[in-house]
């Protein structure tokens, strides 16, 4: 079974300059997660989608961030303008469904390490 | 007070010995407890997640879970060098099932 996908894997560019991160979950997984995780801390939600629909998005600067998830697959997460504090490794997750139930577990992609100059 | 708390550490356990890391939690009503091992420059990868007071075992790993206590750990038997990774623990809240992590604890095993 394929995992979750992220592509870049890197991006360097400078500030005030947009940048767009893809991830494409695991077959069948309903909610899509993405993530920020700063060196030496845990990872922070930014938002979560049960299929297309954004449900949780409180902690997404959303002066400057956006997200979609078209046909409740593959998701976009887009900076514009990046600022320097915005240098973080961008996750994405996938789950089965927003639940607590057994087996409900979040499965990480490889991540996107972005610098932002 | 932070929800989840781990030691950074780094902890360091000579090869061969039992490696145990700690977490606490804040949130009392908390029912779901992971632990995810990520190495550098890697994604977080799920190793167990506890339900249940009391303890769970999967091969050389054991999770414990004191609800009362409020704090969950990790056992690691027989630690070998490859065990080496920062250890994240995370907890997943009853009002919204939202996963709350904490900052990990890095785990070195000596050789």
């Known amino acids: 079974e394929a995992g979750v996908v992220q592509s870049p894997r890197y991006k360097i560019i400078e500030k005030k300059q947009p940048v767009a991160f893809w991830c494409n979950p695991i077959?069948?997984?309903?909610?899509l997660y993405w993530y920020r995780q700063n060196l030496g801390q845990g990872p922070e939600l930014l938002i979560r989608?049960?299929?297309?629909?954004?449900?949780?998005d409180s902690q997404l600067p959303k002066d400057r961030f956006s997200a979609e998830r078209l046909k409740g697959v593959d998701s976009t997460l887009k900076i514009q303008p990046a600022e320097l504090g915005d240098s973080a490794v961008y996750l994405c997750?996938?789950?089965?469904?927003?639940?607590?139930?057994?087996?409900?577990?979040?499965?990480f992609g490889p991540g996107t390490r972005l610098t932002v100059l | 007070q932070k929800e989840v708390e781990q030691n950074s550490g780094p902890l360091s356990v000579p090869e061969g010995a039992i490696a145990s890391l700690n977490c606490t939690y804040s949130?009392?009503?908390?029912?779901?407890f992971f632990w995810y091992r990520q190495y550098s420059g890697k994604s977080p990868e799920l190793i167990m997640f506890?339900?249940s007071n009391g303890d769970k075992e999967d091969g050389r790993f054991t999770a414990q879970l004191n609800k009362a206590s409020q704090y969950v750990s990790l056992l690691i038997r027989d630690s070998q060098p490859s065990d080496s990774a920062t250890y994240l623990c995370?907890?997943?809240?009853?009002?919204?099932?939202?996963?709350?992590w904490g900052a990990g604890t890095k785990l070195i095993i000596k050789p």
């Open positions: 997750a996938s789950s089965l469904d927003w639940s607590g139930r057994v087996g409900n577990e979040q499965f």
């Open positions: 077959s069948g997984h309903n909610t």
């Open positions: 989608y049960e299929n297309e629909e954004a449900v949780d």
């Open positions: 949130d009392r009503g908390s029912q779901s």
């Open positions: 506890i339900y």
């Open positions: 995370a907890v997943r809240k009853d009002s919204n099932y939202q996963l709350i």
